[in-house]
């Protein structure tokens, strides 16, 4: 079946703009995760759902970063007031959910590769 | 924070010699899992080992985990130019979300 899939592949936007990133995971996944990855370094995590509610979004750096999953499927990751240090490798992944707690494999989508000028 | 650690940080060798990387992690774990990445781009989901597990096998791959000294190491077997590639391990610490190291840069020379 299809992976999970991102648009745009890349974004180039000016400081101060708004952006939205979008992630369609891996139909049935009921997990969805959002990661950042900057140049030389490994993925870092943002913000995980589980159906439609952020169940853990402890790693959203600060206010200026919002996601929705409003019907437990696709999802948009959404920054405000761009700076230049938000520039990077967004990453989407969604898995299944394993009974008891902790998570099955981790599907990554191709990323999108954000610049603020 | 990154809870894990890949050591080397970049390795090269030669095609159809044999790649170790090694992951090192700070807290329990319900599962640690390998991923490679070309070009800065998609993951791919190479192997996850749970926490009850020793050793796991897939192809050419060779994973294997030590609880108590919180490490597991990454083998491929045989490797090949198309092996070239940033290796990440992630831990799952049962919060859902991954926990990835800096990766190991594997270059094969043909």
Redesign the interface.
């Given at each position: 079946g299809a992976g999970v899939s991102q648009t745009p592949s890349n974004k180039v936007t000016e400081k101060g703009k708004y952006v939205e990133l979008r992630c369609d995971p891996i139909s049935g996944h009921t997990?969805l995760?959002w990661?950042r990855?900057s140049?030389?370094?490994?993925?870092?995590?943002l913000i995980?759902f589980?159906g439609t509610g952020a169940?853990?979004d402890s790693?959203l750096p600060n206010d200026r970063f919002f996601a929705v999953r409003p019907e437990g499927s696709v999802s948009t990751l959404k920054i405000q007031r761009t700076e230049r240090g938000d520039s990077a490798?967004y990453?989407c992944?969604s898995s299944e959910?394993l009974a008891g707690?902790?998570?099955?494999?981790?599907?990554?989508?191709?990323?999108t590769?954000l610049t603020v000028l | 924070s990154q809870q894990g650690e890949e050591d080397p940080q970049a390795l090269s060798i030669q095609e159809g010699e044999n790649a170790t990387m090694n992951c090192s992690y700070k807290t329990s774990i319900n599962n640690l899992q390998w991923y490679r990445q070309n070009s800065g781009r998609g993951l791919v989901h190479l192997i996850l080992i749970r926490s009850n597990e020793r050793e796991k096998h897939s192809g050419r791959l060779r994973v294997t985990l030590d609880t108590s000294k919180k490490s597991s190491s990454l083998l491929i077997t045989a490797s090949r130019a198309a092996d070239t590639a940033s290796y990440f391990c992630a831990t799952d610490t049962g919060r859902r979300a991954l926990t990835f190291g800096s990766g190991t840069r594997l270059q094969v020379q043909p």
């Amino acid at each position: 079946g299809a992976g999970v899939s991102q648009t745009p592949s890349n974004k180039v936007t000016e400081k101060g703009k708004y952006v939205e990133l979008r992630c369609d995971p891996i139909s049935g996944h009921t997990a969805l995760y959002w990661y950042r990855q900057s140049l030389g370094q490994g993925p870092e995590f943002l913000i995980y759902f589980q159906g439609t509610g952020a169940a853990d979004d402890s790693g959203l750096p600060n206010d200026r970063f919002f996601a929705v999953r409003p019907e437990g499927s696709v999802s948009t990751l959404k920054i405000q007031r761009t700076e230049r240090g938000d520039s990077a490798v967004y990453l989407c992944a969604s898995s299944e959910l394993l009974a008891g707690g902790g998570t099955d494999t981790q599907y990554f989508g191709p990323g999108t590769r954000l610049t603020v000028l | 924070s990154q809870q894990g650690e890949e050591d080397p940080q970049a390795l090269s060798i030669q095609e159809g010699e044999n790649a170790t990387m090694n992951c090192s992690y700070k807290t329990s774990i319900n599962n640690l899992q390998w991923y490679r990445q070309n070009s800065g781009r998609g993951l791919v989901h190479l192997i996850l080992i749970r926490s009850n597990e020793r050793e796991k096998h897939s192809g050419r791959l060779r994973v294997t985990l030590d609880t108590s000294k919180k490490s597991s190491s990454l083998l491929i077997t045989a490797s090949r130019a198309a092996d070239t590639a940033s290796y990440f391990c992630a831990t799952d610490t049962g919060r859902r979300a991954l926990t990835f190291g800096s990766g190991t840069r594997l270059q094969v020379q043909p």
